[in-house]
């Protein structure tokens, strides 16, 4: 696979968030190896183990087995050519704290433009790249979290119900934040242009 790059602008934007620091920010790359890529992936099996064995430790169901826990939301991975491109939006939030990190496919060539309501610095922008590179790209930006159990695609629809891109989104476990989908995506149409706004849902209450 060609593309096989994560944002620096994305590492450097949470920096500077966390450090109280508010401006935008040049585009930038580096490559990432596959070894490099092998170990991020191995962290993140055993950060999963170890969440796992703190959980039966503490006497608790391991992920999946909790009876009040929602339904894990399907990864059914949409079948596209390969000749289709996307543009691809990365939500990266403000701090490493801030769960609203999500990814966009804006489909090109179809003349609608998917507009982030958010500040320079809380995205990142990934232009002509097909699905599997765009599926690629999304584990090496949201898959270093060992809270993540998986990842939930969707269809974004135009007004005539045709598919205008995509979007995937983490799913976490449930003690993490009380439901696995915590974020709420919507869509504004305006013309050819599409406004989007990522949201936390509210925690659900204490029994």
Known sequence: ???KTITLACLVAMLMASCGGG???QSETIKLTKKQTEEARKQIAE????????RREAGEKPAGE????EQSLPRATPQVSEDILFTLIYYVGISKKDKRRAVILDLDDD??????????????????????EAI???EIFLGHEGLITNYYFKKVLGL?????????????IQEFYGHPDPLEIEYSFKRRRVSVSIGL???PKSK
């Not at 950060?47 to 703190?54: I, Q, T």
């Not at 909790?66 to 826990?69: G, L, S, Y």
């Not at 005539?160 to 976490?172: A, F, K, L, M, Q």
């Open 111 to 132: 003349g609608i433009e998917f507009i982030p309501t958010v500040r320079d610095f809380e995205y990142e922008i990934l232009q002509n790249v097909s699905m599997d």
């Open 160 to 172: 005539d119900g045709s598919v205008i891109g995509y979007e995937i989104r983490p799913t976490y």
């Open 66 to 69: 909790n009876e009040e826990k």
């Open 47 to 54: 950060a999963r183990e170890k969440a796992e064995e703190a």
């Open 1 to 3: 696979m060609s593309l």
């Open 201 to 203: 849902k509210s925690k």
């Open 136 to 138: 690629y790209e999304t």
């Open 23 to 25: 401006v935008a920010l």
